[in-house]
């Protein structure tokens, strides 16, 4: 067996650039590139193995550790986690500053390697600079945050451990029902040891993301329980992005007339002219999706771990002869509340239940029902976010102006607070692959971040980050990075004052306000910030408007900028579209005011139509 004497950091890069994937029968690297923020635990030895292989694997400067991890995050989503990227830093504060963007994968679903700096394997220099001690456990150090957040966790303390872990580590990422972030923790020491690696270690390999079929059994069974439905609705989540299902949960919706609904996460995987297309249920969906969600007798979810925004906290299904079908490639998510479990990839589960079901159809007036909803809650939107002259337009006016003026193409992008809600209900997908939001954690700051790693997988495509003057306080160094790389983003800030939406959460449970919007925190010195100065003093170009009008003229300025370009307007801070589903949410159980005792009421009105675990 031939050899290469290789350091541990340099054999690690070595590996990543051999691994190649098939994407529509190109091949392409499967690892798009890193992005790092150096220090003493990996410039010297990680660094420079980056640095002597950016030809093949690009490696791009981050400005915090979280976000430049959660740009990978979202260019893995986009690229429905066919390509996807590393993150390094250095130990200590660099480290445990990508655990929640770990987090953000975690609950996503997505994938990313993480290679954090960690402390000296053989312990001679300890404590180390940054390093955490634990005077019990000496093998304990901060990178241990990692592992609850991580599908994979491994610490190299040794250079010929990779051999093993590596690509552990690549097939936990590429798996459809694991797939996840992973981490190698990299002692500092160990990255410059020497190896004598065998060669066949380095030669290429060309993956494939696998389509596991569902059993026979289980799909005799789905299309039984289907069969004797008369008001199915189908749920479509971020699933059906990644087994590239588009088109088969077209045609199933078509054959067997079922209408459908979609998910946050699995918004824009049906185009709104689609016969079939409901829009989003739950918490952030319309009337229509929600009020037939209450009426089903049966819900095939579909590449969806139905989460409580998507189910009402389980009270949205208030047929008492409900049942729930459940599509998943992951046993877990398709084995929850006591659904019939088909366990296999979208694509092929969806059309194995379509042959089984052979040509059975819901009844017609199922479907009429769902289109006359649906125009219903369109009049109302349209209403809503149509053109205003009000002097503090809201959210749904200023999505919607841009809405009206995109192309088919443009891809919204938000994560945290309010405008989630309004952007899901206004953009109506025009195409396929035009939404991407955040919503498995819903991390305040990944609207801009996430835009950018959007950006960079559709490079030809616009891309817009709607984003509050909330999230945008808390990260927005971002716009530099889009400016430097030449990832022209388009960003609507809308300024409402603070965290307006759990000012509306505050209200709502019957409380004060306190602490959310500005003016109702400790601030005796508040100034309004200039957020379009901010972003032009990073090298985008900006603009500042007043009015609804303002912001439809300077979007179409904005679409023929070659850099990016954000947008500032003031909004309503208290008027939001009209919510149709129950949600739980903490309330006190001993009401002090009568606004509080009003939400214990709706409260337990709420969780008497939940469903517990069935």
């Known amino acids: 067996m031939k050899k290469i004497k290789l350091t541990c950091a340099h054999a690690i890069i070595k590996h990543l650039i051999a691994q190649k994937i098939l994407i529509d029968g190109k091949k392409e690297q499967l690892f798009a590139g890193a992005f790092g923020i150096f220090g003493h635990g990996n410039v010297a030895c990680l660094g420079q193995a980056l640095q002597e292989n950016q030809d093949k694997l690009p490696t791009y400067r981050g400005h915090h550790e979280q976000n430049m991890a959660l740009t990978g995050i979202a260019y893995a989503r986009a690229k429905r986690r066919k390509q996807f990227f590393v993150a390094t830093s250095s130990v ?28 000296y394997a053989n312990r001679m220099p300890d404590p180390v600079l940054q390093q955490v001690e634990h005077f019990n456990n000496p093998g304990i150090t901060q990178n241990d945050a990692f592992k609850p957040v991580t599908k994979y966790f491994d610490r190299i303390t040794r250079p010929e451990q990779i051999l093993q872990t590596l690509p552990q580590a690549i097939q936990t990422m590429l798996d459809p029902a694991d797939c996840g972030p992973a981490c190698l923790s990299l002692s500092q020491d160990v990255q410059g040891e020497t190896y004598e690696y065998p060669e066949e270690f380095f030669k290429e390999r060309v993956h494939n993301i696998r389509r596991p079929r569902p059993d026979d059994f ?116 398709a084995s929850k509340h006591l659904a019939q479990s088909v366990i296999g990839d979208a694509k092929v589960s969806l059309q194995e239940l379509s042959n089984a079901l052979g040509d059975w159809k819901a009844p017609d007036e199922w479907h009429k029902k769902s289109r006359d909803e649906l125009k219903n809650w369109n009049d ?68 801009i971040s996430g835009a950018l790693g959007v950006k960079m997988a559709n490079p030809d495509k616009e891309v817009i980050a709607f984003v509050g003057d909330g999230s945008y306080l808390l990260f927005n160094s971002d716009i530099y990075s889009s ?32 602490n959310c919007l500005f003016n109702s925190s400790k601030a005796p010195n508040l100034v309004p910030v200039n957020f379009a100065k901010h972003a032009e003093s990073m090298g985008a170009k900006s603009e500042e408007v007043s009015s609804i009008s303002e912001l439809e003229e300077a979007f179409k300025r904005a679409k023929k900028s070659d850099v990016t370009y954000l947008i500032s307007i003031k909004t309503h801070s208290y008027e939001w579209l009209e919510g149709s589903a129950y949600w739980e949410s903490p309330t006190l159980e001993m009401p002090s005011t009568k606004e509080n005792e009003e939400a214990l009421k709706l409260h337990k009105e709420g969780k008497s139509k939940q469903r517990q675990g069935v």
């Open 218 to 333: 289980q799909i005799k069974q789905a299309a039984e329980q289907i069969k004797k439905s008369k008001n199915p609705l189908l749920i479509s989540g971020g699933g059906v992005f990644y087994s590239d299902a588009m088109e088969d949960l077209g045609n199933f919706a078509i054959k067997h007339n079922i209408p459908v609904t979609q998910t946050v996460m699995g918004y824009s995987t049906m185009k709104r002219d689609h016969s079939h297309f409901l829009g989003p249920i739950g918490g952030l969906g319309g009337k229509a999706a929600n009020n037939l969600a209450k009426q089903t007798d049966l819900a095939i979810a579909v590449g969806t771990k139905l989460a409580d925004f998507t189910t009402g906290s389980w009270a949205n299904f208030e047929n008492p002869d409900f049942s729930l079908v459940s599509v998943n490639v992951s046993r877990f998510d």
């Open 483 to 514: 400016v430097i790389t030449n990832n022209k983003l388009i960003i609507v800030l809308c300024d409402n004052g603070g965290h307006a939406v759990i000012n509306r959460l505050q209200l709502f449970k019957g409380g004060k306000e306190f």
């Open 92 to 119: 200590g504060p660099g480290s445990t500053n990508m655990v929640t963007a770990s987090a953000v994968a975690m609950s996503n679903r997505l994938p990313i390697l993480f290679l954090p700096g960690d402390t």
């Open 380 to 447: 109302y939107v349209d209403k809503e976010s149509g053109p205003t002259n009000q002097e503090l337009p809201s959210y749904a006016h200023a999505v919607g102006a841009i809405y009206r003026n995109s192309d088919p193409t443009d891809i919204a992008v938000t994560a945290a607070g309010g405008l989630v809600g309004e952007v899901v209900q206004i953009w109506r997908p025009k195409e396929l692959n035009t939404h991407e939001t955040e919503w498995g954690f819903s991390c305040m700051s990944y609207e």
